[in-house]
C-alpha cells in the first residue's frame, strides 16, 4: 500500500516536471529560432521520455527514504530499550515495516491490557484486606470503648467482651502471620526444608487435631481404606501439615451436616504419589475454579464467611505445593462436593541415597 501510494506521488510528480522540461525545450526552440522538424521533435520526445522515467524513480526512491527515515526516528523513539531498528528487517522494505509496526502496537496493546487486569486485581485485593481487617479491629475498638464507657466494672460483662476482644486479635494475627508467609514465599525468603516423614503419620495427626471441629460441624475425616504399610515421601513435613490441615479445615467450613471428607493416597508413578481430599459439601461453581487459590478470594461475594480464619488458607496451600515443585488440583461440582489433590515425592532409594 504504501509503495503504491508513493509511485502515485512520484508518476505526477515526474509528468509535471517532464511537461515543464517540455515547454522550457520549447520555449528555447522559439528564442533560438530552431525549426521544428521531425528530427527534433522526436530527440525532444525521447528525451522528455527518459526524463519522466528516471524522475519517477529517483523521486520514488527519495520520498521512501524519506518516509522510512522519520518511521526510523518515531519507532526508535517507541521501541523498548536495546531494541534498534538496524535489527528488523524494515530498513528498505515499506510493508515489513508496516507489518511490524503493527506487530509493536498489538505488543503495547497487550501490555495495557495486562497492566489493567493487574490493577483490577490490586483494587480487589486492596479492599479483600481492608474488609478481613476492619471487621474484627471494629470489633475489639467497640469491646474496648464499651468497658473504658463502665462495663470495666461488671465482672460478666469484663471477661464476656474481654474474650471476644481476644478472638478479635487472634483472627487479625491470623491475617497477619499468613500474609507474612505468602509474601516470605513469593519473594523466595522462605525454603522449603525437605526430609523423609510417614504421610499416613501426619494425616492421622491432622485427623486428630482436628477432631473437635469435625465433631462440632458433624462432619466425618476419615481415609478412604485402610493403608497398612507406610508411604515415606520427601518433603517439608511441617509445611505438608500446614497444607493437609488448610485443606481439611476448608471442607468442613464448607461441608453439609452429617458429611464426610476422605484422604487418599494413590501411586502416580514411581517417583511420585497424590494425596486426594474428597468432600460431599457444597461445591464449587466451574466459573470460580481458576481463581480459588488467590489471596481473599471469595466464592459467596456477599462477603460472609462461615467460619474465622484469615481467608488465605488456599493460597498459602498453592505456595507451599508450588515452593515444592509439585502440581496442585482442584475439581468441583456446586451442590455435590470437591476434590483437591497434590502430589509429593516419594522416598525413593534413589532420592534416599542423593540426599545422603
Sequence with gaps: ????????????????????????????????????????????????????????????????????????????DLSPSGVSMNQQTVQSDMESLRESMQKFADDKKLEIEILKDKEDYRKEFIGNISHELKTPLFTIQGYVLTLLEGAIDDKNVREKYLKRTAKG???????????????????????????????????????????????????????DKEYPTHQMVFADEERIQQVLTNLIINSLKYGVEKGKTEVAIQELNPEKIIVRITDNGEGVAEEHLP??????????????????????GLSIVKHIIEAHQEKLFVESKEGIGSEFSFTLQRATKEVKQDQD
Design 169 to 223: 486479635v487472634e483472627r487479625l494475627i491470623y491475617v497477619v502471620k499468613d500474609l507474612d508467609l505468602i509474601t516470605q514465599f513469593e519473594s523466595g525468603i522462605k525454603t522449603i526444608d525437605r526430609t523423609y516423614f510417614d504421610v499416613i503419620q501426619l494425616i492421622e495427626n491432622v485427623f486428630e487435631l482436628l477432631e473437635m471441629q469435625a465433631t462440632k460441624n458433624k462432619i466425618t475425616i476419615v481415609f
Design 291 to 312: 481463581r480459588l487459590f488467590e489471596r481473599f478470594y471469595r466464592v459467596d461475594k456477599s462477603g460472609n464467611r462461615k467460619a474465622g480464619g484469615s481467608g488465605l
Design 1 to 76: 500500500m504504501f509503495r503504491l501510494k508513493n509511485y502515485r506521488i512520484a508518476f505526477r510528480l515526474s509528468a509535471t516536471l517532464s511537461l515543464l522540461l517540455t515547454l522550457l525545450a520549447a520555449l528555447f526552440f522559439y528564442i533560438n529560432e530552431l525549426p521544428f522538424n521531425s528530427e527534433n521533435l522526436i530527440q525532444l520526445m525521447l528525451l522528455t521520455i527518459l526524463f519522466f522515467i528516471f524522475s519517477i524513480f529517483l523521486i520514488h526512491y527519495r520520498i521512501e527514504r524519506f518516509i522510512l527515515n522519520k518511521i526510523n526516528g518515531i519507532y526508535n
